[in-house]
């Protein structure tokens, strides 16, 4: 019989694995596919907001812009109602001065300068405009008590306060001031000098 020798068979021999080496593998494993798992929420975002701004504006914005715009656009390009033109005129004129109510100051103002040794006096007429009906009514109530205030006011002028260039708007706007505070509020829109006069 014929000799039979086997021959070894070269096996791959897997070696030991320990139970630390095993743990960190899985640790080595685990943090590398944790980084990109962190990172998906931040990358996600970075790509999608783009999108929904840009949708958000096409689709949402836009559309209400051009229609505002052709609402507008049509609005402009009917006819008016003539009664409510009217309306809006009236309503726009009182609040804007165009109807102006003149009340002048019955008295004369007459005042002695300041500094003069009582040799020289100033001399003015005022007339208030307003712009609401009552407005005549509201200064012949108060005319006394404005009469005073502006007495008051121009008995402080010098003959070099009164010199000056721009003195009767310095005056006025002092005037508008004073009389608006007395009335409690700015009923008063302007002040007409009529008459000025320093002997």
Do not use: C, H
Not at 1 to 16: K, L, S
Not at 32 to 59: E, I
Not at 110 to 135: E, K
């Amino acid at each position: 019989m014929a000799d039979r020798t086997t021959t070894p068979v070269a096996r791959e021999v897997e070696p030991e694995v320990q139970p630390d080496e095993v743990s960190e593998g899985a640790a080595k494993k685990t943090a590398s596919s944790g980084g990109f798992k962190s990172w998906l929420p931040l990358l996600a975002t970075v790509v999608v907001m783009p999108a929904l701004a840009y949708a958000t504006t096409q689709f949402i914005l836009l559309p209400k812009i051009k229609q505002a715009m052709s609402q507008g656009a049509a609005a402009g390009a009917g006819e008016p109602d003539p009664a409510a033109t009217k309306e809006k005129e009236a309503a726009s004129g009182a609040a804007t001065g165009k109807e102006k109510v003149l009340a002048p100051l019955p008295k004369k103002i007459l005042v002695n300068v300041a500094d003069s040794q009582l040799t020289r006096y100033l001399s003015m007429s005022l007339t208030l405009v307003g712009n609401t009906p009552d407005f005549k009514e509201r200064i012949t109530k108060n005319q006394d008590q404005l009469y005073d205030l502006a007495t008051g006011a121009l008995m402080t002028k010098t003959i070099a306060d009164l010199q000056k260039p721009g003195s009767r708007n310095v005056i006025r706007s002092e005037l508008l001031t004073i009389f608006n505070n007395a009335l409690g509020g700015p009923v008063i829109q302007d002040i007409y000098i009529t008459e000025q006069a320093v002997q």
